[in-house]
C-alpha cells in the first residue's frame, strides 16, 4: 500500500512540474546527486507518458488497448522497484508500446510507429532511461558527469534551467502543448485548416483505406441480412465509431455463439440487436451487447433477456398512467439508456403520477385548461433537474415537481410548445431534405452526421457542401463532426463548421 501512494505522489509530482529539461539532467546524474528522489526519476517519463496515453489513441482501438496494458506493467515494474528487496527478484520485463511516427520513420498506414521496451534492471534510474532511449525520448543515453555537475549545482545555486535550450521530441510539444524552445512555427499564430487543402492531402490515404475496407463491409452486409433473416430481427445495429472490421469480427462472433447455444437462448425475433460500448437491454427493448466483451459474458447475457420483459411492461403503464393523468401527453421515454436505470426511470414516473392523481380528483385545473394534449411531448428527468420548455417543445419536468407547479406551467405555455414543435419538425424536414440532395449531387456513398452535431449544424454544413461542391468527396463516406480525420475504414470526417 505504502509503495502504491508512493507512486501516486509521484505521478502527481510529475503533471505539476514543468521545468522537464532540468529534471532531465538531474536524472542522469542521480547517482552523484544524493538529493535525487525516485519521484523525480519518474518525472523524467512525463513526455512518455503523454506520447503513449491511451485517450490520445481513440481512432486506434487495439494500439489503445495494447498502450494501456503496457502502462499498467510499466507502473507495476517501476514500483517494486523502489523496494530494493523486490526489486532484485523482478524478472526480465518485455513491453511493447505504439506511438506517433516522426517525419523520416517508418509507420503503418494507421501513421503510428511500434517500439519495444526491455527492461532487466534492478533500480529506477536504469528502468527510466531504458524507456527514455527505446522509445526515441531521449537524445542521449547518457552524458559527461563533469558537465551535469556543473549544471545541476548551477541550477541548485541560481533557481533557474541549463545553461541551453533543450529540445525534446516532438512527440513531446504536440502531447504537452509546450512550445519548442527556437520554433519559428510555434511563434506564428495557426492558421485554421480549411477544406480543399485538406482533402488535396488526405484523399488518396482515404482512398486506400476505403479500397482495403470495400471486402469487410460487403462481408458485413450479407452477415446483417442473414443474421436478420435466420433469426427474425426487426434491425442489427453498430452504435460505435469503430471501423467496419470490428463490426464484422463481432458479427461472426454472435453467429458462433448463438448457433453453439442456440438451445440456451430465448427467441430473438422482433428485437433489434445492438453493438454498443455497454451490455444489458435498452429502454426500448433492444438487445445490448458490450463490443470488447468475450463471447462468454455474451452468452450469459443472452439467455437472461427475457427477465426484463416484466420491467418494460411495468414502464409502459406507468408512461400510460402519467399520460392519463394529465389529458393524454406523450410521455417520451429517455434513448439508448439500460434497463437496469429503468427501475430509476419509472420511480420518476411513479412521483409524477401520485401527485397529480389527487390534483385531478380535486378537478383543480384551470378552466380554460386544455381537454386534451395529446400534441404535446413530456420528458421526466431526475429530481435535480429544473422545469423549462426545451427549445425543440417537450415539456422537461422534474419528479420533484408538485402537480400544480406543472399543470400551471403546461397551461402558460402550451401554445409555445406546439410553437416549437412545428418549427423543430420543419427544421427536421429541411435537414432530411437537404442532406439527401447533398448526397445525391456530390456522388456520396453515404453522408450522416455525428451525435455532437445539432440539426441546424448539419444542415448548414451540407448548404455550404452544395456551394463548393468539392468532386474529390465522390465515391466516398463522409461524417459531419467536429473535426477533420480519416477513419480506418476510410471513413471522411470534416467539421461542421469548416471553411
Not at 516532438?170 to 485548416?193: N, W
Not at 427474425?232 to 462472433?253: I, N, P
Not at 440456451?264 to 438487445?287: A, E, K, N, Q, Y
Not at 380528483?361 to 384551470?366: D, E, I, Y
Request: glycine share 4%; proline share 4%; hydrophobic share 35%.
Amino acid at each position: 500500500m505504502y509503495g502504491m501512494n508512493n507512486r501516486f505522489c509521484s505521478f502527481k509530482r510529475l503533471l505539476a512540474l514543468k521545468n522537464v529539461g532540468w529534471v532531465k539532467s538531474m536524472i542522469l546524474h542521480h547517482h552523484r546527486t544524493f538529493s535525487s528522489t525516485t519521484g523525480e526519476f519518474l518525472t523524467a517519463l512525463r513526455p512518455f507518458y503523454f506520447a503513449v496515453h491511451p485517450d490520445f489513441f481513440g481512432r486506434f482501438p487495439r494500439e489503445r488497448a495494447i498502450n494501456e496494458n503496457s502502462l499498467k506493467e510499466l507502473s507495476s515494474y517501476l514500483g517494486y522497484l523502489q523496494d530494493t528487496k523486490l526489486g532484485k527478484l523482478l524478472k526480465p520485463l518485455h513491453l511493447t508500446f505504439y506511438l506517433r511516427a516522426s517525419k523520416g520513420e517508418d509507420a503503418s498506414l494507421s501513421g503510428l510507429r511500434s517500439v519495444e521496451i526491455r527492461l532487466k534492471s534492478c533500480d529506477v534510474r536504469t528502468a527510466v532511461e531504458s524507456v527514455l532511449s527505446s522509445s526515441g525520448l531521449c537524445e542521449s543515453r547518457s552524458l559527461p558527469d563533469t558537465h551535469i555537475e556543473k549544471s545541476v549545482f548551477r541550477s541548485s545555486v541560481t533557481g533557474a534551467g541549463p545553461d541551453r535550450p533543450i529540445k525534446w521530441d516532438p512527440t513531446y510539444y504536440t502531447y504537452t502543448g509546450f512550445q519548442p524552445p527556437i520554433s519559428e512555427a510555434y511563434s506564428r499564430p495557426k492558421k485554421a485548416e480549411t477544406l480543399r487543402p485538406w482533402l488535396s492531402k488526405n484523399i488518396a490515404q482515404a482512398c486506400k483505406l476505403r479500397d482495403l475496407s470495400e471486402p469487410s463491409r460487403a462481408e458485413t452486409d450479407l452477415l446483417r441480412i442473414r443474421l436478420q433473416k435466420e433469426l427474425g430481427l426487426q434491425d442489427v445495429v453498430w452504435d460505435c465509431s469503430w471501423s467496419v472490421a470490428y463490426f464484422r469480427v463481432c458479427l461472426h462472433r454472435f453467429y458462433q455463439v448463438y448457433h453453439e447455444h442456440k438451445n440456451s437462448i430465448p427467441s430473438l425475433t422482433g428485437r433489434t440487436l445492438m453493438f454498443s460500448d455497454w451490455m444489458g437491454v435498452s429502454l426500448d427493448g433492444h438487445v445490448v451487447l458490450d463490443r470488447s466483451e468475450v463471447p462468454t459474458n455474451w452468452f450469459n447475457h443472452l439467455k437472461s433477456f427475457k427477465q426484463w420483459d416484466s420491467v418494460l411492461e411495468q414502464l409502459s403503464d406507468t408512461e400510460k398512467l402519467l399520460s392519463s393523468a394529465l389529458c393524454g401527453i406523450q410521455v417520451i421515454r429517455p434513448l439508448n439508456q439500460a434497463i437496469n436505470m429503468g427501475m430509476v426511470y419509472s420511480q420518476r414516473l411513479l412521483k409524477l403520477v401520485t401527485s397529480l392523481v389527487s390534483f385531478v380528483r380535486a378537478n383543480c385545473f384551470p378552466e380554460s385548461f386544455a381537454k386534451s394534449l395529446k400534441d404535446l411531448n413530456l420528458v421526466a428527468e431526475s429530481e435535480s433537474a429544473a422545469l423549462k420548455l426545451s427549445t425543440t417543445g417537450q415539456f422537461v419536468v422534474p419528479a420533484s415537481c408538485s402537480a400544480e407547479v406543472l399543470v400551471n406551467f403546461i397551461h402558460r405555455n402550451k401554445a409555445e410548445a406546439q410553437t416549437r414543435q412545428s418549427e423543430h419538425q420543419r427544421r427536421k424536414d429541411k435537414e432530411k431534405r437537404i442532406t439527401k440532395q447533398c448526397k445525391e449531387e456530390l456522388g456520396l456513398l453515404f453522408l450522416a452526421k455525428e451525435s455532437g452535431v445539432s440539426v441546424e449544424q448539419m444542415t448548414a454544413s451540407c448548404e455550404k457542401l452544395l456551394i463548393e461542391r468539392p468532386a474529390a468527396l465522390a465515391e466516398h463516406r463522409l461524417r459531419v463532426a467536429q473535426y477533420y480525420s480519416v477513419m480506418q475504414g476510410g471513413d471522411i470526417f470534416i467539421p461542421w463548421h469548416w471553411e
